[in-house]
């Protein structure tokens, strides 16, 4: 197939079969369409790639993939507290939205009939959730429990699938740059914030959940400073050994977030 025989147009393939399994005209009218991380995506091309897959197997992974992203994603944006009645029938489809994408995914990895691959998405949700429960509710007491749990919360299942298919490139990289992509979003909300005043809203996250504290807020930053020059440095000596092999598309997102 013509389509898929380069990594851009791997990418676009992907994503045009993404955005027609989302898709779903009434969500569409109150302005509710899925999350769709470029970088990730990328990511996820790279790790699932095994010699006996042809096109259509390797897609069928990486789309459901990025369904799994989509629904966790989409409850992300979901405030605790709204009184306006329009913004609750959104935050109502918002759910319904982040449903839909999981009951995408569910149908999907069954149609595969892959237990070990269905077992490692399972457990990697289960991880991902767990660590945005407790960055919604600040249980982390240390830089580095911070730092793990922003990890398990962006890589998990991009990091277990290059596991499961042996890409090593894959397993030095996407933990660290997905953290610090992460980290330095954050940092640059908190400042943006602050500019606007002390206690500004702030876009909803698992790490910014709610209207947080200008003091917690800056606790926050430094924390997520400290650990973002350490990731950069792991990130650094991850590249040493696959710099070489790393795909144009891949590379270029990368030292975008390196000093």
Known sequence: MECVRTEQKQLKCATEKFNKL???????????????????????????????????????????????????????????????????????????????????????????????????????????????????SHNWKTAEELEQLIVDMESTLIVNLAKFYRQEMILRTAPHFLAIKRMKETIQTIEEGGAQGQESPIPLSPLLSGQRPYEERHFLKKNLKTVLTKQQTLLQEGLENVRDNLPALLSDRIMAVLP
């Open 22 to 136: 989302s898709h779903h005209p009434f969500l569409v009218t109150y302005g509710i369409e899925p999350n769709h991380d470029e970088d990730k995506t990328i990511l996820l091309l790279h790790a699932i790639e095994n010699h006996d897959f042809d096109w259509v197997d390797k897609s069928e992974r990486v789309t459901t993939a990025m369904l799994v992203e989509a629904a966790l994603t989409a409850h992300e944006h979901i405030p605790l507290h709204n009184n306006d009645t329009a913004e609750v029938k959104k935050n109502q489809l918002t759910v319904l939205a982040g449903d839909l994408y999981s009951s995408l995914y569910y149908y999907r990895l069954a149609k595969m009939a892959d237990i070990p691959l269905i077992r490692l998405f399972s457990e990697s949700i289960q991880t991902m959730n767990d660590a945005k429960a407790c960055l919604h």
